[in-house]
């Protein structure tokens, strides 16, 4: 197998592949691209990791929420590759799974319910559920509130602008380019091909195009295949002493801490309905000083209820992550129906599946073929 893809690697030097957008899947497509030898432009209309990958809270997971079967195991995959990965390139990956529970009885009992029916899949990441001793053995600093826990023992966070940025030397190394600011303006075909991509800095020849546009992607292609994004708030700290060990995935607040010794507080509610107007642009900072105490306070409350040490953390930035939500929930992976030169990558999961994505597109980009896995989540599907 390693030999073919070198084949096809030299046989493609001569398509030039232009991929757009330098989030986290765009910049795990192009590094694989360009290990494989082709030649491979990455743009981005502002700077890599400037959208969703700059504000998100870097958790790498197979958890129960990913389904049907086929997207759990996409996931599962995902970590497998993740593996792969930090080995290339000297990735930081904090490893150690994660711990959830809920407030409430009938949460938690759905929680239960909903691990169980994991269980039933042909392959699953471990998940194991421990009761309040045992996770406190795991995690001393954190009160799991007498509940039982749920420990899926495979998860593992990473900070994502950093894995970018290695991924983004590899690229270069490997003769690739990276261009930004750089913003997408239209394809541009001649004789029935792709010719090039017209771009704010000109044209770019190009003979395939991958968008990898989160949010944007549904307009730019004019797909009505994204529901509309929703914000989640990110707070980061400064560098503190480590206090936690694995993912916390506590009731209104998900937290971890990097090894670099930040602690990633993630508020996944999303604004309350008399914020729209005011979020209506997207924005992913807040308007004063004020506004971003304000969210921060409110979230170092909810954290403070089962977390030890959080008023002795230092806030270093506050962001909102406008998430990418394809219309069914799933991952948008594949080829534009009738169109073999234009390839879209979309998923909200995008941290968690990275690096598998990155290796089957470019396999499929380099061969033409079509991988079996990635069936289930084609764009044709919302045609």
Known sequence: MISSNHALAAFNKREKIIVIGAGIIGTSIAYELSKMGAQVTLIDQKFPGSAASGSTFSWINATYPKKPYPYNFLSQLGIDAYKSLEKEINLKIKWGGSLEWFDSDEEQTTLMNEVNNLKKYPRYSAVDVINEREARNLEPGIDFKNKNI??????????????????????????????????????????????????????????????????????????????????????????????????IVGPGVHIHQQTDGRIIFGEQTGAPSSHIDRLSDKPKEFPSEIFAQDHTNRIFDTAKTFMKKVEDLKVERVSIGWRPLPRDGIPIIGRLEGLSDVYVAVMHSGVSLAAIVGKLVSEEILSGSTNLLLKDFRPSRFN
């Not at 690229?171 to 239209?186: D, H, M, T």
């Not at 075909?189 to 044209?203: A, D």
């Not at 990898?212 to 009505?224: C, K, P, Q, V």
């Open 150 to 247: 749920v420990f899926s023992r495979a998860d593992g966070a990473i900070d994502t602008i950093h894995a970018i940025n290695l991924m983004i030397e590899n690229i270069e190394f490997n003769g690739g380019s990276v261009l930004y600011p750089c913003q997408f303006q239209g394809l541009k075909y001649t004789n029935g091909r792709l010719s090039s991509v017209e771009t704010t800095i000109g044209e770019l020849e190009a003979h395939q195009a991958i968008f990898a546009t989160g949010i944007d992607s549904g307009r730019l292609l004019s797909i009505e295949m994204m529901k509309p994004s929703t914000p989640g708030i990110i707070v980061t700290s400064k560098p503190t002493e480590n206090i936690l060990n694995r993912i």
